[in-house]
C-alpha cells in the first residue's frame, strides 16, 4: 500500500498520470456551472480538489484512507482554511452540483446500488457524477493472462474482480447504469467508439434525475 506522501509523488511526477488527471478535470470543470459546489469522492491527496477549489468551486472531500487524508490536510491547509476545502465523513453531509470520482475509486466498490442511492440525496436536481474507471476493454491490457481468462466472464457477466488487498473490481458501463437508476441515468461514456479500446480509464456521466 502507498503512503499519502508516495501517491502524491507518483502522481505529481509521472507523465501519464499527469495527463490522465488533467483530460478528467478538464472534463469536470467544462461540466460544472461557475461557483458549482462539488464533491470529490475519494478524493486522495486533495490534487483535483485544489485544481477546482482555482477555479472557484467549493469543494467538498471524503477520503477514507487516513494517510491520505492526512497529506489532503498538508497539502490544502491554506484552502481548508479559507472553507474552500470542506472534509466530510462517510456519511457525506452536503448539498453539491456534481460529484467527482477520479482513478478508479468506484473500481473499489463491487456493489454500488447503495451508493447511488446515498449520492441521491446529495447530488441536486440536474446535477451530475463523473467517474473515472478502469476500462475493462483496453486492449493494452489483452498482453495479461488475467484479462484473457476474465473475458468470458466480462461478455457474459459484466464484471470480473480479483481477490486482492485492494480489491479491484472491474465492470462493463451497464453494470454501474443499472445502480444508479431510478435516481441518475449514464448521459455518456467517454471515449466513444473505436477510442474505447484504446484508453486504460473510461469516464462515466451521470445525470441526477
Known amino acids: 500500500m502507498h503512503t499519502g506522501e508516495q501517491y ?3 502522481f505529481l511526477t509521472s507523465r501519464r498520470e499527469v495527463a490522465l488527471r488533467d ?5 469536470a470543470l467544462a461540466l460544472s456551472a461557475p461557483g458549482a459546489d462539488v464533491l470529490d469522492f475519494g478524493a486522495g491527496t486533495g490534487i483535483d480538489a485544489k485544481a477546482y477549489v482555482a477555479k472557484g468551486h467549493r469543494t467538498y472531500v ?10 489532503l490536510e ?3 491547509r491554506d484552502e481548508i482554511a479559507a472553507g474552500e476545502v470542506v472534509i466530510v465523513d462517510a456519511d457525506l453531509p452536503c448539498r453539491v452540483d456534481a460529484v467527482t470520482a477520479n482513478f478508479a475509486v468506484f473500481n473499489h466498490i463491487p456493489d454500488q446500488t447503495a451508493l447511488f442511492a446515498r449520492f441521491s440525496t446529495v447530488v441536486r436536481p440536474g446535477g451530475l457524477i463523473l467517474a473515472s474507471v478502469l476500462n475493462p476493454y ?3 491490457d489483452a498482453k495479461y493472462s488475467w484479462w484473457r481468462k476474465n473475458l468470458w466472464n466480462l461478455v457474459r457477466h459484466g464484471r470480473y ?3 486482492t488487498e485492494s480489491g479491484i473490481h472491474r465492470f462493463a458501463p451497464r453494470l454501474p447504469a443499472r445502480a444508479a437508476h431510478p435516481h441518475f441515468l449514464l448521459e455518456r461514456v467517454f471515449p466513444g467508439g473505436v477510442g474505447r479500446l484504446l ?3 473510461l469516464f462515466l456521466l451521470f445525470r441526477r434525475t
Do not use: K, T, V
Open 138 to 140: 483496453f486492449l493494452g
Open 8 to 10: 502524491h509523488e507518483f
Open 23 to 27: 483530460r478528467f478535470q478538464q472534463r
Open 62 to 71: 471524503y477520503e477514507p484512507s487516513p494517510s491520505m487524508r492526512g497529506h
Open 161 to 163: 474482480g480479483f481477490a
Open 74 to 76: 498538508l497539502y490544502c
Open 199 to 201: 484508453e486504460p480509464y
